[in-house]
């Protein structure tokens, strides 16, 4: 049997985490962001005989396949017989740069093994190894979440799908993002969540109130200064663009700016960022459908 699946890059902009409970998911985080048209899509394939699996990747490559071997194991375990899976996933998205790549894998992977295995699980249980995974793997907390549900979102209660849950803010805007090089989510996991939380908290409650995507970029990038993630690059380009009148934010976790604008302002913004040589610029649309088949 063979499935393809595609789940949606996510961007967020500030975040309260929750790593006591036991369970995996029951951990995760409250927060805000987007997603994004860009992402990863994973084709299986299944054959019967021996039991393993192949993982490669195309498009932005990454080295460490810890998150597809813990979905891979899962599957296999639930699966009855022996298989081999080949797994391939395509990127779109540059990898730890803050575009949630780790939990597009995870999902994307999720998905199209349910299918090309004939378990049967529903979505929910689903999205749950997804989630399992990242957690397990230390490579996110919220982004399976939001990826799962796609569109722009208020994170409300942290846990996986089933458990967490979201609310959505409407805008017509559209993203662009410049990405100059990865930082590691494991570190700031392990090392600055007490300095983090009391302040993403806060701005769930503010950003409920308002429901505003303006408000949303001035609180990503308040929330980037207070926890020092903002190097000189970075803030050349914040300065940049703000002194050109548009707001901008922060992905967490990466060396990547972000901003919101209306679609006729699109090649005025693109006009400033070219002149990064060193950045990856993403021009994109917000994804409001989530994981799905493809």
């Keep these: 049997m063979q499935a393809q699946a595609f789940a949606p890059g996510h961007i967020t902009g500030f975040f309260k985490a929750q790593v006591e409970p036991a369970r995996p998911e029951l951990k995760g985080s409250i927060g805000a962001g987007f997603c994004i048209k860009n992402g990863v899509t994973t084709k299986v394939k299944v ?5 393993g699996f192949k993982i490669t990747n195309t498009g932005y ?8 071997e813990y979905v891979a194991k899962e599957f296999l375990k639930i699966a009855k017989g022996n298989h081999f899976l080949e797994i391939e996933h395509h990127a779109e998205i540059p990898v730890g740069y803050g575009l949630g790549s780790s939990g597009a894998v995870a999902l994307s992977l999720a998905f199209a093994l349910n299918r090309a295995l004939g378990t049967n699980l529903s979505r929910t249980q689903v999205g749950q190894i997804a989630h399992n995974a990242e957690i397990h793997c230390k490579t996110g907390l919220g982004t399976v979440l939001s990826s799962y549900h796609g569109g722009f979102e208020i994170r409300t209660k942290h846990g996986a799908p089933g458990i967490g849950s979201l609310k959505k803010i409407h805008t017509d805007f559209v993203p662009i993002v410049i990405c100059f090089s990865p ?37 990503s990038l308040e929330f980037a200064r207070y926890v020092g993630v903002i190097t000189p690059k970075m803030q050349q380009v914040i300065d940049d663009l703000q002194q050109h009148g548009f707001k ?47």
Excluded: W
């Excluded at 490559?61 to 597809?68: C, G, L």
């Excluded at 570190?187 to 950003?207: D, H, P, Q």
């Design 248 to 294: 901008c934010g922060v992905a967490m976790f990466g060396e990547t700016v972000f901003t919101l604008v209306p679609k006729t302002k699109e090649s005025q913004v693109l006009q400033i960022l070219e002149k990064y040589h060193d950045g990856i610029i993403i021009k994109t649309e917000i994804d409001k459908s989530g994981v799905r088949e493809s």
């Design 47 to 51: 054959t019967t005989g021996k039991s």
């Design 183 to 219: 930082i590691s989510t494991k570190k700031f996991i392990r090392t600055e969540l007490s300095k983090i939380n009391g302040l993403g908290a806060k701005m769930v409650t503010r950003l409920l109130r308002s429901r505003n995507h303006m408000e949303f970029l001035d609180m």
């Design 61 to 68: 490559r990454s080295d460490n396949t810890q998150v597809s």
